[in-house]
């Protein structure tokens, strides 16, 4: 299975659903993480995603490296806003597009970096018929989220999957077989956001 994994940090998704079997494209913005695995199956890449290649843009760099991020308002308001360190340093970024142009087509995709998935989705020009789960945070879901699943939309993903805190990721080989519609996923969010107001999970979209 082809995975390209973006927003790696210290590999915890490849760690926990991915093998030697597996042909993996890790990016992680942050060059202070480096690859912790020594498998040729494994491409570890320090750039950041965004929605255009090689600009240099500024990572801010959190009191806990999991939330650090290319958004400085993640650290400054919302549930982190009392993690920024006062440290950022400059990244280059690539987009999903150049990825795909150069390892060719992978079969899904994690998108998890940290209030900056709206601006790394518009990257993603094309369909390529992969599934994707990205991450949503319940103060963010209007603003970083809901373009995500617009600029997804745009590109024929109709089949929608949630989940909450408890059960985060989604395993790529074990996908769910059951699907909400765009409609079905806005309501089942919005009863979930309208219980607890620190929300958060994954979003999982297919074609």
């Given amino acids: 299975m082809k995975i390209l994994d973006i927003g790696s940090n210290n590999g915890d998704f490849i760690k926990t659903y991915c093998n030697t079997n597996d042909f993996i494209v890790a990016i992680e913005a942050n060059p202070e ?23 240099t843009l500024n990572f801010y760099i959190a009191t806990v490296n999991t939330i650090s991020t290319l958004n400085l308002n993640w650290l400054t308001s919302g549930r982190f806003k009392n993690h920024f360190s006062n440290k950022y340093i400059k990244v280059l970024t690539t987009t999903i597009d150049k990825i795909f142009e150069e390892y060719g087509n992978f079969d899904h995709i994690k998108l998890d970096v940290e209030g900056y998935e709206d601006k790394a989705i518009l990257g993603m020009t094309k369909n390529y018929n992969t599934s994707i789960q990205f991450e949503w945070a319940n103060e963010w879901f209007q603003s970083v989220s809901l373009p995500v699943l617009n600029h997804l939309r745009k590109l024929n993903y109709s089949k929608f999957n949630v989940s909450f805190e408890g059960c985060r990721d989604y395993n790529p080989k074990h996908l769910p077989e059951t699907f909400l519609t765009f409609e079905q996923l806005l309501e089942t969010i919005e009863k979930q956001r309208s219980k607890d107001s620190d929300s958060w999970g994954m979003i999982l979209a297919r074609i």
Wanted: charged content about 20%; aromatic content about 18%; hydrophobic content about 35%.
């Fill in 33 to 55: 993480l480096k690859n912790p695995f020594n498998y040729p199956n494994i491409i570890w890449k320090n750039v950041a995603i965004s929605e255009k290649y090689g600009e």
